[in-house]
């Protein structure tokens, strides 16, 4: 195992001013301006968004039992943790923790004295064990508060079916410590066991082995036999129901929507199939999906064995399943192999997103995966205009920021684009072959940017001296923009949509008289996304009356569509817009919309109007990502 404490230290910054010859300058950024000084320097490895001492006394496994409370918001009960003392003159075990209350911690049966210090404005606050003279384990009871910023608990009223309550946590990045006291670092892996105790006519779901069959009697029992980080400890809980949609995958959802879910994703099997063709096995067994309500802050989420799925994706032509596929993807560049700390979420994300996109390719074929790669590389250029520097670096340094902050397609569609050109350069098949072995490797290891450095050096970069080099691959990876000469996707789909938005908006023809009948919903999101910033109220009505796009049951290309009728101010789709943000709590659906209306006063009413009735429905992360629009 590799030690991520040897105090190495890089000059995080100085690979920004010292392009050497060989390094293109990036073609669309802004000059750098951030200075080099020794007390820049990011210690490779330290993950700065966690208090605790992995380092001397690292936690293996947690035994949680808790009872989940509806009516007061309130999850209690207690976590054991079970940990290895690293360094024999450690003597004290130290967990992050965030509005929790810790009734008492005990040790072989016995109350030992913990300290719980002041917290950190969005570290939380560190709680200090003393360790105990014999054993390996201690226990803590606790309770957490109805504001844990990692849970969500839904009223009746905001679930599909309107009878019954529904909760569900959200741990990455750094939230799992608002609902179980731990070592909240990626760098830290678990195994785990869980009883939770609900109500009896509610189901328990977590990421970990789920029985289909079993009974729902309030009190359910979970197993993760393998260790992972703790933001992928995930539990929810409502009125859920399983569907099986294949041998090894089935979908949990609240009854009205599971038939719609499971005829949607009905694909995964063969994505499943077709991701461990290419990359090796399947090892975390089962691969479920549990559907959440609207509310759920983002797409999708890996949880392990049981991803958490947006409802938002439920379209009713599976043009939207590659959020499926992405999240499937995780369980190899994620869960087998996670990022060491959120500075390399990277090597999470954009893993993640190039397996996409080839698992896209495999299940659905080119066509569909060029045109999401073109519309994932241009929501990547709109990062690159508008990021400062160093927020489009992939290692990023977030030392002193909350990762929720720093949330951008660099890690995703950059990190994908870097390894699209190194497959282009060494061949699909040696590619496929890296990534195998890669997987195979470092499996239920959490590495470094620095880490994959030195094996992608050792294992593929040696092996093709004229095709790659390092400093264009440090390029990628320290420096700012996209590296000149980089992979760019097309699609000859889009070149007909270009076509037909030219010639509408030459004036040439009226809406109604563009052939859109065989458009795929992609086309359509690269019709409305490439649309001139201003449009006269005369095209958006001509738009809207040939295209119903107001009442598009797409909820991407609704998106796009309000995003434009915001910036023109298009008002027969206010009250769908209305509508939209006060359903939908995705983030990535509703941040764009309300960072719009802000830009002025009218708008800025509406947003208000919107986010109010919105607010107890949604999830803290959206109403801490929105609020500051509305203020
Ligand atoms: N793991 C991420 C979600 C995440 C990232 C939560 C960082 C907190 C911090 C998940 O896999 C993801 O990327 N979701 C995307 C999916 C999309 C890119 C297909 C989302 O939710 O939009
Ligand atoms: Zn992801």
């Keep these: 195992m590799l030690n991520k404490f040897t105090g190495l230290v890089i000059v995080g910054l100085t690979l920004l001013s010292g392009c050497s010859d060989n390094n293109v300058k990036p073609t669309t950024t802004k000059p750098v301006t951030e200075t080099t000084s020794q007390t820049n320097q990011i210690q490779v490895g330290k993950d700065y968004h966690s208090q605790s001492n992995p380092e001397q006394v690292k936690v293996t496994h947690i035994d949680l039992d808790l009872t989940v409370d509806f009516d007061h918001k309130v999850m209690s009960g207690y976590a054991e943790l079970t940990f290895d003392k690293k360094d024999p003159k450690a003597t ?10 810790i009734n008492s911690v005990t040790a072989n049966g016995q109350k030992i004295d913990f ?45 599909a079916g309107k009878k019954y309550p529904f909760l569900f946590t959200q741990a990455q990045a750094i939230h799992a410590r608002s609902f179980i006291p731990l070592q909240d670092s990626p760098q830290v892996r678990v195994t785990y066991k869980a009883t939770i105790r609900t109500p009896k006519e509610l189901l328990a779901v977590m990421s970990a082995s789920n029985d289909p069959n079993t009974e729902r009697d309030g009190v359910y029992e979970f197993n993760m036999p393998q260790p992972i980080p703790s ?40 994505m499943l199939i077709a991701t461990e063709k290419l990359y090796g096995p399947y090892r975390w067994d089962r691969y479920d999906l ?63 997103t190039y397996l996409t996109y080839r698992i896209m390719e495999n299940v659905y074929g080119k066509d569909r995966y060029k045109q999401e790669a073109v519309l994932g590389y241009q929501s990547l250029e709109a990062d690159v205009t508008n990021l400062t520097d160093k927020d489009q670096i992939l290692a990023i340094d977030l030392r002193g920021r909350d990762p929720d902050d720093v949330f951008s397609d660099i890690p995703y569609e950059k990190g994908a684009l870097f390894l699209r050109e190194v497959e282009q350069k060494i061949g699909r098949d040696n590619m496929d072959a890296f990534l195998m072995e890669y997987f195979q490797h470092f499996k239920f290891q959490s590495i470094t940017t620095d880490e994959f450095l030195a094996y992608f050096k050792k294992h593929v970069v040696a092996n093709y001296p004229d095709k790659l080099d390092m400093d264009r691959i440090n390029q990628w990876i320290f420096e700012p923009g996209v590296p000149q000469g980089a992979p760019m996707p097309e699609s000859n789909a889009f070149s007909i949509v270009d076509n037909a938005r030219n010639n509408w908006l030459n004036g040439e023809v009226n809406a109604n008289q563009i052939d859109t009948q065989n458009w795929t919903v992609h086309q359509w999101l690269y019709f409305l996304n490439n649309m001139p910033d201003e449009l ?28 434009i009728a915001v910036k023109n101010w298009y008002q027969p789709a206010f009250p769908r817009l209305h509508d939209y943000l006060v359903h939908i709590g995705r983030n990535k659906l509703v941040k764009p919309l309300y960072k719009a209306l802000s830009k002025t006063v009218e708008g800025k009413a509406i947003a208000k109007k919107a986010f109010d009735e919105a607010k107890a429905g949604y999830h803290p992360l959206t109403v801490k990502a929105n609020q500051g629009f509305v203020e």
């Design 115 to 159: 300290d719980l210090h002041d917290a950190d404005d969005f570290l939380g606050a560190a709680l200090e064990i003393p360790l105990p003279d014999s054993g390996n384990k201690v226990k803590i009871n606790y309770a957490t508060s109805p504001q844990a910023s990692g849970v969500q608990w839904l009223t009746p009223a905001q679930t």
């Design 290 to 352: 549990l559907i959440l309500p609207p509310s759920f802050p983002f797409g999708g989420m890996e949880n392990p064995r049981l991803s958490f799925i947006t409802p938002t994706v439920i379209a009713g032509d599976k043009s939207l399943v590659s959020l499926i596929a992405h999240e499937l993807a995780h369980s190899w560049s994620g869960n087998t192999v996670t990022n060491a700390t959120w500075r390399d979420l990277w090597l999470n994300e954009g893993f993640t």
């Design 92 to 101: 004290s075990l130290i967990v992050d923790t965030r509005d929790l209350t």
């Design 231 to 270: 933001y992928l400890i995930a539990l929810g809980v409502g009125d859920l129901h399983f569907k099986a949609m294949g041998e090894r995958t089935g979908v949990y959802a609240e009854p009205s929507i599971l038939d719609a879910a499971a005829a949607e994703f009905e694909d995964t099997e063969s």
């Design 536 to 563: 006269s109220l005369e095209q958006l009505h001509d738009l809207d009356r040939a295209f119903n796009l107001t009442e598009s049951h797409n909820n991407e290309i609704a998106h796009s569509w309000l995003l």
